[in-house]
């Protein structure tokens, strides 16, 4: 890229790009591929044209930051489709949680606990993943892991939930496909004494391993199962249920080498050879003849009393497979339960959690199935969370900053396709009628699609089968697309159906890990509830209605839903560069397909419809200033003030734009057409500039050229002269004698007086300022002598008043001791005088009492 | 319009340009020309009058002054539309802080890449001595020095 496509593109792309303006935008990553750590987190950014350029930055992690400033729960949904990054993703989050949120204080419990964490995932991928065309570690079963922490924002303990286990792939596989990864483990990675324990056989012994022995590049089966067992040490599991779960696979696998046949002149099917069924019963615990005949003739309760129904060769075969598929469910269920056991064994009391969501994206297949639906139904509700979270972030901003904005609810625009599929009745959704048609006894696929048909034809969501090409029996319009729907086996799908009486038996195993597997039979869908085989009405099996696997599937995603809608959503979409497996290449329109299935296209489709782009106000003055020059009078203005007057100036049509408290909001477009005549006149004014320059430069050049013309001109004509005279006696003669002459000498004298007279004005002005100087300076000095006379002047006046008062003071001072000496002599007087006359008195008293008694006895006292 | 002085000076100026001898001025003299006459047009402006011409045609056609004034009356007419208040406002958006000067090499790759881009020759000449110690031009006065010349 030229300096000039950086300088432009620096300047447009943060304002133009709807992808970088939107909020939530700011939540979208991307992982890629990268050598150090195998992903990274990255952002997808639109340049013009198809190229998609990506960008790595270093992202900060959102969730745990929300997570820690509010203890709100938290929730990250990974959605893409196959191969495009989930699993890796969810992982590197838990890693990350493990090693952020523990604590070394609280040593030996919480490292346990955080190293079972990591464990979980491997022995998950081990039993649910498997080789696709698409994805060599394809997850093909959903999770939903909570990881729960405490007040203080450490893990106290994790819990794993899964959805729609793809179980048929234990019994077949497409073209370069594998089952899922434990088999290829166990067989290619038991030991000797393991092989002969668990009656393991040769790849290419395995009907259920369509492809026989696959392997992927870049893995070794062998050390990987030495992995998983290691795994399931740490986890703590022992030895008899580790058995337990290899022997439940090696049992699966030789269900399918049951081979029957169709007895001669019956129905009927048989076994002829019945070394497999040896080994499953081996294998299982159970007894080889109540299972072959509990294959071959079950015991089916009709009405009050049992009767042996004699199986077909198909029905057999379809019950030996639902057998297989529901014995590696059951297992997988319980290795789940189990690895939940193991990671909530603390103690401590969880306040909120991180979930973090790792499902199936949006599958649209040629023609699709069941999965399909379950797998599009779970993405348009999870879509539906994400628009109505989208929505509310937008409604919140623009409240925020008091738009006057009419909404609408974005959340529900999905509610008629969900409704389509989810509604139990008026009128009943998908789910809803084929579960009826469960119950019904003559019902088949085809009664499924024309009641579907009859009921939801209306809907603006469903499209009708004559509208479509022969193969499609419906088609639903989803968020992300048209999807085919082909409703084959469906009311088989829904129902499950296994064959009770091997429940029963399996229940009944020696074997106690089997036993348990198979400790619930109520619910199971017996063979003979299947439409076809039964004669008469709904029925019931032992305790009340069955459930259908779309029943339990639909309680399961709205308990999930639920959880999730009282968290704070955090969305993470994958996307898938190529379908090569090949690092570093993007296939833009793939992209751009996935942008359409994830719903990130739709969600700028809604943001659009508000107002997407924002800009604070000072940005919008500064950047947009130029087009309208005089708009703002010169001087301080308010910002927002600042604007109001711009977007008059520049007549904007007032839908287009909304006035905020902090920023101003535009429509999508609105700004880019301002970037544009933005560009258009500054390139304009630039121009006019440039052509300003360039004259600029060509007038200096001109005028220099004029100067070098004229002095050529001049020596030119001094030249010329000079050629004329050289040889001209005369001149000669002229030029001797000048210098000689008085006059020419004047000249010179006249110049000299002339620098003399020059160089005296310079000294007398110099002269002339120093005596400035020194003037002002004599000035400054008397001044400040007079100010010191008046302070001296002062002091002494002071000096002076002081003398005066002390005098006055000390003369005080003398007559008061002079008063004080006379009071004293005074009172010496007094006292002389006192006692004096005390004396006489004394002595007069003594005289009357003597001589004069009743002179006193007359006188009152 | 009566402009006999000019045309003695366009004459004078048209003369110097001419280096073959032939009274004649080559194409691509023809915007310098103009320029050095107080003029200022664009490159665009001056390809439009000369008939958008191929680089060939630039360096080697030839045109006498009887041609070449009522191109340079056509300049006259049209003058510039912008003003000094409009170059510093353009300048202005390159002003990243605010406070009146430009990062002279901004300066530069803006000239340079934007526009009728410029050469270094013409940038250099253009600039020479205007950039403060830190490397910074004054885009005010900046534009002032250029439009009083």
Redesign the interface.
């Known amino acids: 890229m030229t300096?000039?496509d950086k300088?432009l593109y620096g300047d447009r792309s943060g304002i133009n790009d709807p992808l970088a303006q939107a909020d939530w935008a700011s939540k979208k990553l991307v992982w890629i591929p990268s050598e150090k750590q195998g992903y990274e987190a990255g952002s997808l950014k639109e340049e013009k044209g198809d190229e998609c350029v990506v960008e790595l930055f270093v992202y900060f992690f959102n969730p745990l930051f929300f997570f820690l400033t509010d203890r709100e729960d938290q929730s990250i949904l990974c959605t893409g489709e196959s191969g495009a990054g989930k699993t890796e993703n969810t992982k590197k989050v838990i890693q990350y949680l493990a090693h952020v949120a523990s604590s070394s204080k609280f040593k030996k419990d919480q490292g346990e606990l955080e190293k079972q964490l990591l464990q979980a995932n491997p022995i998950l991928e081990a039993f649910g993943n498997a080789k696709t065309v698409k994805n060599d570690n394809s997850s093909r079963f959903g999770k939903f892991i909570r990881i729960n922490f405490d007040v203080n924002g450490y893990i106290v303990g994790a819990n794993i939930e899964t959805y729609l286990l793809e179980k048929s792939r234990a019994i077949r596989q497409a073209k370069e496909e594998r089952a899922f990864h434990i088999f290829y483990y166990m067989l290619t990675g038991a030991g000797d004494k393991m092989r002969s324990d668990l009656c393991l056989e040769d790849y290419s012994k395995y009907r259920f391993l369509s492809n026989g022995k696959v392997t992927i590049p870049g893995q070794t089966d062998k050390e990987l199962f030495v992995e998983t067992m290691e795994a399931f040490n740490i986890m703590s599991i022992p030895e008899e249920e580790i058995n337990g779960l290899l022997k439940v696979i090696s049992a699966v696998l030789q269900l399918g080498n049951m081979v029957f046949k169709k007895e001669r002149n019956s129905d009927q099917a048989s076994m002829p050879d019945d070394t497999a069924a040896q080994k499953v019963c081996h294998l299982l615990g159970i007894n080889v003849t109540d299972f072959t005949r509990a294959i071959l003739s079950p015991r089916i309760k009709v009405g009050r009393d049992y009767v042996q129904k004699a199986q077909t060769q198909e029905q057999a075969e379809f019950a030996v497979e639902a057998l297989a598929k529901a014995s590696y469910e059951r297992m997988f269920r319980w290795l789940v339960m189990r690895i939940n056991k193991a990671l909530d064994k603390t103690k401590r009391q969880g306040a909120s959690f991180i979930g973090i969501l790792d499902i199936a994206g949006f599958e649209i297949f040629e023609l699709n199935s069941f999965e399909q639906l379950c797998i599009n139904y779970t993405n348009e509700k999870l879509q539906q969370l994400f628009n109505h979270t989208m929505f509310i972030l937008e409604q919140e901003e623009y409240q925020r900053e008091g738009i006057e904005w009419s909404f609408i609810d974005f959340g529900l625009d999905l509610q008629p396709c969900i409704d389509l599929i989810e509604k139990p009745n008026g009128p009943p959704g998908v789910l809803a009628l084929l579960d009826e048609e469960c119950w019904f006894p003559k019902a088949t696929d085809k009664t499924f699609v024309e009641k579907l048909a009859q009921e939801q034809g209306t809907n603006p969501k469903f499209v009708k089968p004559k509208k479509l090409k022969d193969d499609a029996d419906f088609c639903i319009i989803h968020y992300a697309g048209k999807v085919d729907y082909k409703a084959n086996e469906w009311l088989m799908k829904n129902m499950d159906p296994l064959n009770e009486c091997v429940a029963t038996l399996l229940n009944q195993s020696t074997d106690k890990f089997i036993g348990d597997l198979w400790r619930d039979v109520d619910r199971i869908v017996g063979l003979d509830k299947v439409a076809g085989m039964a004669d008469s009405g709904p029925f019931k099996t032992r305790k009340g209605m069955f459930r259908t696997v779309g029943q339990l599937y639909k309680e399961q995603l709205g308990n999930l839903m639920t959880t999730l809608r009282n968290t704070n959503p955090n969305f993470v979409r994958c996307i898938i560069p190529n379908h090569e497996k090949k690092a570093g290449k993007l296939d833009a329109h793939l992209v751009l397909d996935q942008l359409s299935c994830n719903g990130v296209l739709e969600g700028i489709r809604i943001c659009r419809q508000g107002f997407p782009n924002r800009i604070v106000f000072q940005e919008f003055r500064?950047r947009y200033?130029?087009l309208t020059?005089n708009a703002i009078p010169k001087g301080f203005m308010d910002g927002k003030q600042a604007c109001v007057l711009m977007i008059k100036a520049l007549e904007l049509d007032p839908n287009l734009y909304r006035i905020g408290q902090s920023k101003v909001f535009f429509r999508a477009g609105v700004l880019a057409h301002l970037e544009e005549e933005r560009d258009l006149k500054?390139?304009?004014?630039?121009?006019?500039?440039?052509?300003?320059?360039?004259?600029?430069?060509?007038?200096?050049?001109?005028a220099k050229?004029?100067q070098q013309?004229t002095a050529m001109k001049v020596i030119q004509r001094n030249c010329a002269a000079y050629l004329k005279l050289r040889n001209w006696k005369w001149w000669r003669l002229f030029t001797k004698v000048k210098p000689l002459l008085q006059v020419s000498r004047q000249e010179e004298e006249m110049l000299a007086k002339e620098e003399e007279l020059l160089k005296v004005k310079e000294k007398q002005i110099q002269v002339e300022e120093q005596l400035k100087e020194f003037e002002a300076k004599q000035q400054q000095l008397s001044a400040e002598k007079q100010a010191l006379q008046e302070q001296l002047h002062a002091e002494t006046e002071l000096c002076a008043e002081a003398e005066e008062m002390r005098a006055r003071l000390a003369a005080r001072k003398q007559e008061l001791e002079e008063i004080l000496h006379d009071m004293e002599s005074r009172l010496e007087e007094e006292e002389e005088r006192a006692e004096a006359s005390d004396g006489e008195s004394h002595h007069r008293r003594q005289t009357e009492e003597n001589g004069g008694r009743h002179h006193s006895a007359g006188r009152p006292e | 319009i009566e402009f006999s002085a000019d045309q003695v000076d366009g004459k004078e100026?048209f003369g110097?340009f001419d280096r073959v001898g032939d009274n004649k001025v080559a194409y691509n003299q023809i915007?310098?020309i103009m320029?050095?006459l107080?003029?200022?047009?664009?490159?665009?402006e001056v390809n439009k009058l000369l008939g958008n011409p191929t680089p060939d045609d630039m360096a080697n056609k030839r045109v006498e002054f009887e041609g070449f004034l009522p191109m340079l009356q056509t300049i006259i007419n049209s003058p510039?539309?912008?003003g000094f208040?409009?170059?510093v406002?353009?300048?202005?958006?390159f002003d990243k802080e605010?406070n009146g000067t430009v990062m002279g090499a901004e300066l530069r790759?803006?000239?340079s890449?934007?526009?009728?881009k410029?050469n270094e020759t013409?940038i250099d000449?253009?600039m020479a001595g205007q950039e403060d110690e830190n490397g910074c031009i004054n885009y005010e006065a900046f534009?002032k020095h250029?439009?009083s010349?």
């Open positions: 300096d000039a300088f500064q200033e130029i020059p500054i390139t304009d004014v630039i121009m006019s500039f440039q052509a300003w320059c360039r004259g600029y430069v060509a007038r200096k050049a001109f050229r004029q013309l | 100026a110097l915007a310098d320029r050095a107080g003029q200022n047009p664009t490159n665009k510039n539309k912008a208040e409009d170059y406002e353009g300048l202005r958006v605010g790759i803006v000239l890449t934007l526009g009728e410029m013409e000449a253009l534009v250029i439009m010349v």
